[in-house]
């Protein structure tokens, strides 16, 4: 028998490898074929800075400093180019796939593989491979940072909780969703912890309604109890020497040090003003202040586990953050700038998306996921599986956060799609194995006929996902014709930077790109070996144009008196960038979605939907023109 599962657990392994570089292939074909996106541009130019002149200052703006580092890295390794630039991110969305080889116990061996193929086919996580931003890597520390916890809860192995130290640390280093991430899962072990405490020994008497309510308030805040462990008798009274509270003992600390600009907050309410040549030390007064209660419970909790856990975090987070520690503002800048901006934005709205955006987009794009996925959560929840209920208390608590925060974009899918694809996979993995047990276990014909339908199941999800992911990734990239490519910059571009490619192998001719027409990125990029100034149009007076300089503009911003000067050139229009037009969604009501729930139409609008994206006749577009010198 030991031989027998082990003979599965190694196929199991190696289809989960080949599913993975599978997945490899299919994120890096064609992977320079798009143009670099604006957003993509910033963080490739900034890396290649960096790997050039071991230059980087973090800015808040563009999240945390882990990417640039690692496609720095990748440039050093292998050149700057726009191939190279999207690798980290190919790379990472392939090692997501091989993520659900730590959770076997969970998800069973038929479970791993289903969740490695999702992570492998499915369109937002494939696209988002494909593209230089933040979300895979956040992604791939999510999944560790979950893991770290089961594995922990399961065996309490103290190199769990380093794992977990260090993913986190990475994680804050990466993007700000890990304030979310973190904040989901206190309260998680908040409410566990308090229902231990307060409630898993309590009689059904007339009080138990007065418990559960007084439970409900108190968790929140159940974090306060940390302040009565230096008293021995609190500690033993209430039997907190638990994983539970270990871990929440070990996230709570590491995330406090990263919450000093919270304190924005209460003072915005009361209002308080803190003069600027005072922010400095009020600052650093709040961050040591923190820093003080964090050491205070570590101690009493554990100090030697506790010191282990802060070094490898703090050693990760300040050396990403300080670049080496070649730039030392980069510790303010984290602990306060990441967090102080975040909040900031959440005023913007940015994206300016209806409260409904991911129940619309999900299903576009994970339909089974989110079908099967909802499904299996509630099925388990109600057999009261502690790992699924926790699995499914992260992506319903990931689901509010979002829908609720000022910023919402399609790369944001990619932090809903994790969770519901391990969802998806023990709900199909366990369909498939009772089934399978059935069917060994008795030969009769009717438990042929019951294992055909999850194997028809999951066969419709394999090709949904793999035919949506083809359409998005290689049929409709270029335009965005799809609501996950939002805005794309357009495949004219690269074919006007070939064009000044061969002027310049010919001539050495000034190029001024203007600002004030919204085309500074990605030339900025794309000309980085280049002289390049970058003018408003008032400037255009002062080009002394005997030197044939390339120009890049719209057509309102040259004045009439110009064009005499601009004899020489010859006048390339293009299109710069594109973007998805959302009137479509953003006009739905609820009296338009009951409309069309009443007489069919909503069915049969969402297939068509789904099955005829590449209209590019709707597309909103920001045009320039380039003005290029002729060639002999």
Same mark, same amino acid.
């Given at each position: 028998?030991?031989?027998?599962?082990?003979?599965?657990?190694?196929?199991?392994?190696?289809?989960?490898v080949?599913?993975?570089?599978s997945?490899?292939?299919?994120?890096?074909?064609?992977? #320079?074929?798009?143009?670099?996106?604006h957003?993509?541009?910033?963080?490739?130019l900034?890396?290649?800075?960096?790997?050039?002149?071991?230059?980087?200052?973090?800015?808040?703006?563009?999240?945390? !400093?882990?990417?640039?580092?690692?496609?720095?890295?990748f440039?050093?390794?292998? $050149?700057?180019?726009?191939?190279?630039?999207?690798?980290?991110?190919?790379?990472?969305?392939?090692?997501?796939?091989?993520?659900?080889?730590?959770?076997?116990?969970?998800?069973?061996? /038929?479970?791993?593989?289903?969740?490695?193929?999702?992570?492998?086919?499915? !369109?937002?996580?494939?696209?988002? &491979?494909? @593209?230089?931003?933040?979300?895979?890597?956040?992604?791939?520390?999510?999944?560790?940072?979950?893991?770290?916890?089961?594995?922990? +809860?399961?065996?309490?192995?103290?190199?769990?909780?380093?794992?977990?130290?260090?993913?986190?640390?990475?994680?804050?280093?990466?993007?700000? %969703?890990?304030?979310?991430?973190?904040?989901?899962?206190?309260?998680?072990?908040?409410?566990?912890?308090?229902?231990?405490?307060?409630?898993?020994?309590?009689?059904?008497?007339?009080? &138990?309604?007065?418990?559960?309510?007084?439970?409900?308030?108190v968790?929140?805040?159940?974090?306060?109890?940390?302040?009565?462990?230096?008293?021995?008798?609190?500690?033993?009274?209430?039997?907190?020497?638990?994983? #539970?509270?270990?871990?929440?003992?070990?996230?709570?600390?590491?995330?406090?040090?990263?919450l000093?600009?919270?304190?924005?907050?209460?003072?915005?309410?009361?209002?308080?003003?803190?003069?600027?040549?005072?922010?400095?030390?009020?600052?650093?007064?709040?961050?040591?202040?923190?820093?003080? $209660?964090?050491?205070?419970?570590?101690?009493?909790?554990?100090?030697?586990?506790?010191?282990?856990?802060?070094?490898?975090?703090?050693?990760?987070?300040?050396?990403?953050?300080?670049t080496?520690?070649?730039?030392?503002?980069?510790?303010? *800048? $984290?602990?306060?700038?990441?967090?102080? /901006?975040?909040?900031?934005?959440?005023?913007?709205? +940015?994206?300016?998306q209806?409260?409904?955006?991911?129940?619309?987009?999900?299903?576009?794009?994970?339909?089974?996921?989110?079908?099967?996925?909802? @499904?299996?959560?509630?099925?388990?929840?109600?057999?009261? #599986?502690?790992?699924?209920?926790?699995?499914?208390?992260?992506?319903?608590?990931? @689901?509010?956060?979002?829908?609720?925060?000022?910023?919402?974009?399609?790369?944001?899918?990619?932090?809903?799609?994790?969770?519901?694809v391990?969802?998806?996979?023990?709900?199909?993995?366990?369909?498939?194995?009772?089934?399978?047990?059935?069917?060994?276990?008795?030969?009769?014909?009717?438990?042929?006929?019951?294992?055909?339908?999850?194997v028809?199941?999951?066969?419709?999800?394999?090709?949904?996902?793999?035919?949506v992911?083809?359409?998005?990734?290689? &049929?409709?990239?270029?335009? !965005?014709?799809?609501?996950?490519?939002?805005?794309?910059?357009? !495949?004219?571009?690269?074919?006007?930077?070939?064009?000044?490619?061969?002027?310049?192998?010919?001539?050495? *001719?000034?190029?001024?790109?203007?600002?004030a027409?919204?085309?500074?990125?990605?030339?900025?990029?794309?000309?980085?070996?280049?002289?390049?100034? /970058?003018?408003?149009?008032?400037?255009?007076?002062?080009?002394?144009?005997? %030197?044939?300089?390339?120009?890049? %503009?719209?057509?309102?911003?040259?004045?009439? &008196?110009?064009?005499?000067?601009?004899?020489?050139?010859?006048?390339?229009?293009?299109?710069?960038?594109?973007? @998805?037009?959302?009137?479509?969604?953003?006009?739905?009501?609820?009296?338009?979605?009951?409309?069309?729930?009443?007489?069919g139409?909503?069915?049969?609008? $969402?297939?068509?939907?789904?099955?005829?994206?590449? #209209?590019?006749?709707?597309?909103?577009?920001?045009?320039?023109?380039?003005?290029?010198? +002729?060639?002999?």
């Open positions: 028998m030991q031989n027998v599962n082990y003979f599965i657990k190694s196929k199991m392994i190696l289809i989960t080949l599913i993975a570089l997945a490899f292939i299919l994120r890096i074909i064609d992977l #320079d074929v798009r143009a670099i996106h957003d993509e541009s910033l963080h490739a900034y890396s290649w800075v960096l790997m050039k002149e071991m230059i980087y200052i973090h800015d808040p703006m563009t999240h945390g !400093p882990f990417q640039f580092h690692i496609i720095a890295l440039y050093r390794l292998f $050149g700057d180019s726009d191939f190279v630039t999207r690798l980290p991110s190919a790379v990472f969305g392939s090692l997501l796939v091989l993520t659900p080889l730590l959770f076997r116990r969970l998800l069973g061996n /038929y479970g791993v593989v289903f969740a490695a193929l999702f992570f492998a086919l499915s !369109p937002s996580l494939v696209y988002y &491979s494909r @593209f230089a931003r933040n979300d895979l890597f956040i992604a791939l520390w999510t999944v560790l940072i979950i893991c770290s916890i089961l594995r922990y +809860r399961e065996k309490r192995n103290f190199v769990w909780l380093l794992v977990l130290a260090c993913s986190l640390s990475f994680s804050f280093a990466t993007k700000e %969703t890990t304030f979310l991430t973190s904040a989901i899962i206190l309260l998680y072990l908040s409410f566990l912890l308090t229902y231990r405490l307060f409630l898993s020994h309590s009689e059904k008497t007339v009080f &138990s309604t007065l418990r559960v309510i007084c439970a409900l308030i968790a929140p805040f159940f974090w306060l109890t940390t302040l009565l462990m230096p008293i021995k008798r609190f500690r033993l009274r209430t039997s907190l020497s638990d994983p #539970d509270y270990d871990l929440f003992i070990i996230i709570g600390t590491l995330t406090a040090t990263q000093a600009a919270a304190i924005k907050i209460p003072l915005a309410w009361i209002p308080i003003i803190i003069p600027d040549e005072s922010m400095n030390i009020f600052k650093l007064s709040v961050i040591a202040l923190l820093m003080i $209660g964090v050491l205070f419970v570590g101690i009493y909790w554990n100090y030697r586990k506790w010191l282990v856990c802060f070094v490898v975090f703090s050693v990760t987070y300040f050396l990403l953050f300080t080496l520690l070649t730039n030392l503002n980069g510790i303010e *800048s $984290g602990l306060w700038g990441s967090l102080d /901006y975040w909040i900031d934005q959440q005023e913007v709205n +940015r994206g300016e209806p409260w409904f955006y991911y129940i619309v987009m999900l299903p576009i794009y994970e339909l089974f996921l989110v079908g099967i996925g909802l @499904f299996g959560a509630a099925y388990f929840v109600l057999k009261k #599986d502690r790992d699924v209920i926790f699995l499914a208390w992260w992506f319903l608590g990931t @689901f509010i956060c979002l829908t609720f925060a000022g910023e919402k974009m399609p790369w944001l899918l990619v932090h809903l799609t994790v969770p519901l391990f969802l998806t996979a023990k709900m199909l993995g366990s369909l498939l194995d009772s089934n399978i047990y059935l069917l060994r276990s008795s030969q009769s014909t009717h438990y042929v006929a019951k294992l055909s339908a999850p028809i199941l999951i066969a419709i999800t394999i090709i949904f996902m793999f035919s992911s083809l359409r998005v990734n290689f &049929s409709n990239t270029g335009i !965005p014709t799809e609501p996950l490519i939002y805005t794309q910059t357009s !495949p004219d571009l690269k074919l006007v930077m070939n064009q000044i490619e061969a002027i310049h192998s010919e001539k050495s *001719s000034p190029i001024y790109i203007e600002t027409a919204a085309l500074s990125w990605p030339w900025a990029w794309y000309l980085r070996e280049y002289d390049v100034k /970058y003018v408003t149009g008032d400037y255009f007076s002062l080009i002394d144009f005997s %030197t044939q300089p390339i120009l890049i %503009t719209n057509k309102a911003s040259v004045p009439g &008196s110009m064009f005499e000067k601009l004899q020489y050139a010859r006048r390339v229009q293009y299109r710069h960038r594109s973007w @998805f037009d959302e009137s479509g969604y953003r006009s739905i009501t609820f009296d338009s979605l009951l409309e069309q729930a009443m007489n139409s909503l069915i049969l609008n $969402g297939i068509h939907f789904l099955l005829d994206q590449g #209209d590019e006749s709707s597309v909103g577009s920001l045009y320039g023109e380039a003005y290029l010198p +002729r060639l002999n």
